[in-house]
Each structure stands twice: as structure tokens, then as C-alpha cells.
């Protein structure tokens, strides 16, 4: 199966920046959307980006010019740069792995906390 685990979550005051890294444990990684999502608690998991086995990537309205998405196949590994981070970028961020074709499969990692301070 594949694995995926996420880091570089933390504290972090208002404005500021974190990268955060997903490593997948399989070469799969390659063929494979991938994506960060975040959730808060009591609240529903909400994408917030993801680029495809090509590169092309998509975002949120609401980290648009902010986050940016990129992977790195060779070390079969998908980071989020995060800038001018905001006190509602608050959540725990998840990892995501979507394989379309030629099979279905949808694999989530474990998450890291991002607080974002006033």
C-alpha cells in the first residue's frame, strides 16, 4: 500500500512561512495527484492544493499568491511553501495521493499541525 508522511508543521507567528514535505514510501508516487488538504477541529477537511503527475496545480481562493505546490519525483516527495501565513491558516494539513487510471486508489498520510499566531 502506499504511505504517506507528512512534516515541518508548527508554530509560526502571523505573516511568516513554513514548508511542509510528504514523502511517499512507493516509486507509484509518480503517477499519482497529489495534494495538501487542512482541517480544523470540529470542522470539515478542505483542499487547499494540488498538482498533477504533469505538474499542472490548482488552489484554493483563499491561499491563492500565497502557497505554493511542487513535487519532486525523483525523491517521490510533494511540498506546500506557505507565505504571509494567516491566523485562519490554523489547522492540521494532510497529505493527499489520487491515482485515477489505470485503477482507483486514494491514500492519506497522517497530518502535521500548523498554529498560526496573531
Avoid: H
Wanted: with cysteine; proline share 3%.
Amino acid at each position: 500500500q502506499v504511505q504517506l508522511v507528512e512534516s515541518g508543521g508548527g508554530l509560526v507567528q502571523a505573516g511568516g512561512s513554513l514548508r511542509l514535505s510528504c514523502a511517499a514510501s512507493e516509486i507509484i508516487f509518480r503517477l499519482y495527484t497529489m495534494g495538501w488538504y487542512r482541517q480544523a477541529p470540529g470542522k470539515q477537511r478542505e483542499l487547499v492544493a494540488t498538482i498533477t503527475s504533469d505538474g499542472s496545480t490548482n488552489y484554493a481562493e483563499s491561499v491563492k499568491g500565497r502557497f505554493t505546490i511542487s513535487r519532486d519525483n525523483a525523491k517521490n516527495t510533494v511540498s506546500l511553501q506557505m507565505n504571509g501565513l494567516k491566523p485562519e491558516d490554523t489547522a492540521v494539513y494532510y497529505c493527499n495521493a489520487k491515482l485515477t487510471a489505470p485503477l482507483r486508489a486514494d491514500y492519506w498520510g497522517q497530518g502535521t499541525q500548523v498554529t498560526v499566531s496573531s
